[in-house]
């Protein structure tokens, strides 16, 4: 650090530098030259990022020095209440020693980051058909789908090579499509002709990360034959930034290029696709569709892709177009007869309200025909609905399916009307109404009454969640006591999967459940809905308290700040051991949630002033040995436009 930095460093300028709103224009132009830097590096190397981080230092001491009477105006200007928070921001005090000891182990570690990434093409080994993530999904029941499975298994083995080479399986939320993709993806694997699977979920960072999609797909298509298997590596190896490239890059080192060298095919093979708009952001669900219309046609061996998605306006425009609609072809499931439904949501309801029967003892004909009709009409065409009412009667806490289905029959419990999701809106309604009353039933005492505000706590979280916590890890985030995340959730066994053990990981059965809870048009009741601003604003308000109070520099205790990542011993093992889920978490998502939460919340405006005094290097320099320091960049863009415009609202309150 220069003589010069000196002065405005030591006074903690850094911070108001970053929260000054009449700044913003300089902070954006410093956090572009960062971008900048970390992308030269990805070109040219170390010696490339070592002068643009020099140059953003520079940057930097420029713009310190250019707006400090700027920002010493700007204090007397704003009202009281902003100006408290600028008097807090200005007694930090920044060593200046200590503070170019942790730029250069930034420094290190983004160069360690980059590297790490160079040397592999990530691959998100969870989105695959049969991965872990998704243990409690299944295929068809046999017998149901039968329309729907001729037809694809048709378009699969249809050899003429101008038959289409993308099928849309397109249908309503609910209506059975991660099933049926999931059938097919088992199907092909058994017969040696899957390719590659990718199921995305809204719920898990790399199962919506469009980035991952292709390197996943070109590590699976290597473990279909050896020869292509060297392919893909060489192609890895002759480039290994690949991970790292646009989407259209990606797809011609690791899809392309190696299957037109590929000559090892003996059949068609299948790549599946399931829940296209979960993928986030939109854009990257456009340029997947693209990039298949664009190059499919060019690839000789013989690829089909069979792709799934709800009917969402991002989508059908892109299959719409001249490229893809010359070679796909839409499948759409809720155009299908309801008669032909009905008798699939019929044939599964029989089958497994059967199954329990046995399971519980109840003498049987049960339930009775009255019974399973009246089930299947409120079924209509969605599936979700049956599986979620066989979940509902089966496993509740007393065992007492008898008694759980006749509190889904009660009169009234439907009226027939209103929008397509009615009925699976009813259904989710009593579900979560019957766990409430649950919860009151077993506990009368203020332990009781604190387990039902815990209830909106923890249902509102976990729909919002960016990625899935296990209950340990939630309560910690939340500052919940031990045991009142399985307390809470312990009649909600239908609408979620609560693992067990308090460290399995918790997700939703289905999306719909999502849509569902967090719209008040939809959940009408104001004790079971959850509010995305207030909820986000919890989740905030508790990833910047588990920073202030766990984030700590060198977090792995290595002891030596000028080693590269790759050079630490067993770091794997370190960051597993010594930053835990909820404090990853944290680091990655606060920003995030604190973009959606209310800006009038001043605690949390408190919570992120206290945050760039105390710990935004330390911060820094964890996500540096994570491997996501180009995170930082984002999340101080984000954090600096909410806090901004929550200095604006208190300002306009004051007056």
Not at 374 to 382: D, Y
Request: hydrophobic letters at 40%; a negative charge.
């Amino acid at each position: 650090m220069t003589a010069q930095a000196e002065k405005p460093l030591r006074a903690g300028l850094g911070q108001k530098f970053l929260m000054n709103k009449e700044n913003a224009s300089i902070v954006n132009q410093l956090n572009t030259d960062l971008h900048r830097a970390i992308q030269e590096f990805m070109m040219k190397g170390g010696a490339a990022t070592e002068a643009a981080v020099e140059e953003t230092l520079q940057s930097v001491q420029a713009g310190f020095s250019a707006t400090r009477d700027d920002i010493r105006t700007a204090r007397t200007e704003l009202s009281n209440e902003v100006a408290g928070v600028s008097e807090q921001v200005y007694r930090t005090q920044l060593g200046v020693q200590e503070l170019s000891q942790h730029m250069r182990t930034w420094s290190d570690n983004v160069a360690a980051s980059l590297a790490d990434d160079r040397q592999r093409a990530e691959a998100a080994a969870l989105a695959r058909y049969d991965s872990q993530s998704r243990q409690d999904a299944h295929g068809c029941l046999e017998g149901t789908r039968k329309k729907v499975l001729e037809a694809i298994h048709d378009w699969i083995n249809n050899d003429d090579p101008d038959s289409p080479r993308i099928l849309w399986l397109c249908g309503l939320a609910g209506i059975g499509k991660s099933t049926i993709a999931h059938t097919i993806a088992e199907g092909a694997d058994a017969d040696r002709r899957l390719g590659a699977s990718f199921f995305f979920s809204r719920d898990e960072a790399d199962r919506r990360n469009p980035q991952l999609v292709y390197p996943t797909i070109a590590s699976q298509l290597a473990r279909l034959d050896h020869e292509l298997k060297k392919l893909v590596a060489a192609a890895v190896e002759k480039d290994q930034d690949v991970g790292t490239l646009v989407m259209k890059k990606q797809f011609e080192k690791l899809i392309s290029e190696p299957l037109a060298t590929w000559r090892g095919t003996k059949g068609t093979i299948v790549i599946v696709m399931d829940a296209l708009d979960e993928c986030s952001p939109e854009a990257g669900a456009e340029e997947i569709l693209i990039r298949w219309g664009s190059e499919l046609p060019k690839i000789q061996v013989p690829l089909k892709v069979l792709i799934t998605s709800r009917p969402e306006f991002h989508i059908r425009r892109k299959f719409q177009s001249l490229s893809l609609r010359t070679i796909s072809q839409p499948y759409i499931l809720h155009n299908i007869e309801n008669s032909v439904v009905k008798e699939d949501i019929e044939l599964f309801l029989r089958h497994r309200l059967t199954q329990i029967a046995e399971e519980y003892g109840i003498q049987t004909p049960w339930p009775s025909e009255l019974a399973l009709r009246t089930l299947i009409e409120r079924a209509g065409i969605l599936f979700i609905f049956a599986s979620t009412a066989v979940k509902f009667i089966q496993n509740g806490r007393r065992k007492d399916p008898e008694t759980r289905l006749k509190l889904l029959l009660k009169e009234g419990a439907s009226t027939g009307g209103g929008s397509q999701y009615h009925d699976v809106d009813t259904l989710y309604m009593q579900v979560l109404e019957y766990a409430i009353a649950a919860n009151e039933e077993e506990d009368f005492d203020d332990a009781g009454r604190q387990l039902h505000e815990a209830f909106n706590i923890v249902l509102g979280a976990i729909v919002l969640l960016r990625d899935p916590l296990s209950s340990r890890s939630l309560e910690s985030l939340l500052s919940l006591d031990g045991g009142t995340t399985q307390r809470v959730l312990i009649h909600l066994h239908s609408v979620l999967i609560v693992p067990e053990s308090a460290d399995g990981e918790i997700r939703l059965l289905h999306p719909s459940f999502h849509d569902f809870v967090t719209n008040p048009g939809r959940c009408q009741d104001s004790r079971l809905h959850a509010d995305p601003p207030e909820n986000h604003g919890r989740l905030a308000e508790g990833c910047l308290n588990v920073l202030l109070k766990e984030l700590r520099h060198d977090p792995c205790q290595v002891g030596n700040y000028w080693l590269d990542n790759i050079e630490i011993p067993n770091l794997p093992e370190r960051l597993q051991e010594l930053i835990p889920s909820y404090l990853r978490y944290a680091c990655h998502h606060f920003a995030f949630h604190l973009s959606h939460a209310s800006p009038e919340q001043r605690s949390l405006a408190d919570l992120v002033v206290k945050f760039c005094d105390d710990q935004i290097l330390a911060w820094v320099e964890t996500l540096s040995l994570l491997g996501e320091v180009d995170n930082a960049i984002l999340s101080l863009q984000l954090m600096q436009d909410w806090y901004q415009v929550s200095g604006m609202v208190f300002t306009r309150n004051y007056d």
